[in-house]
């Protein structure tokens, strides 16, 4: 019913900058808060930043002042704007929405590979 689709990964060297999307799809459905997280490998998944409908956030201390989360309701998507990237950046990005209306539980995206190099 509802889908979440990741873009916007990629390799770039440090000091760079990427721009992930999601956009949410399907129907009977009404975003809540959205987030994106990350999971570098032999490491546990964690939250990146986290954005109400609203619009408040929160962010993880490591990427505030290079990261920005953003989104836009009326397109169903969310944005992470990632300035300054590090090598410690690079991790399987993923995108997680819980909802208003529709599904009882969070969903997921699929995920987009961000690779900084030094």
């Known amino acids: 019913q509802v889908q979440l689709v990741e873009s916007g990964g990629g390799l770039v060297q440090a000091g760079g900058s990427l721009r992930l999307s999601c956009v949410a799809s399907?129907?009977?459905?009404?975003?809540?808060?959205m987030g994106w997280y990350r999971q570098a490998p032999g490491k546990q998944r964690e939250l990146v930043a986290r954005i109400t409908r609203g619009g408040s956030t929160n962010y993880l201390d490591s990427v505030k002042g290079r990261f920005t989360i953003s989104r836009d309701n009326a397109k169903n998507t969310v944005y992470l704007q990632m300035n300054s990237l590090k090598a410690e950046d690079t991790a399987v990005y993923y995108c997680?929405?819980?909802?208003?209306?529709?599904?009882?539980?969070?969903?997921w995206g699929q995920g987009t590979q961000v690779t900084v190099s030094s």
């Open positions: 399907g129907s009977n459905f009404r975003l809540n808060t």
């Open positions: 997680n929405a819980d909802f208003l209306l529709g599904p009882n539980s969070d969903y």
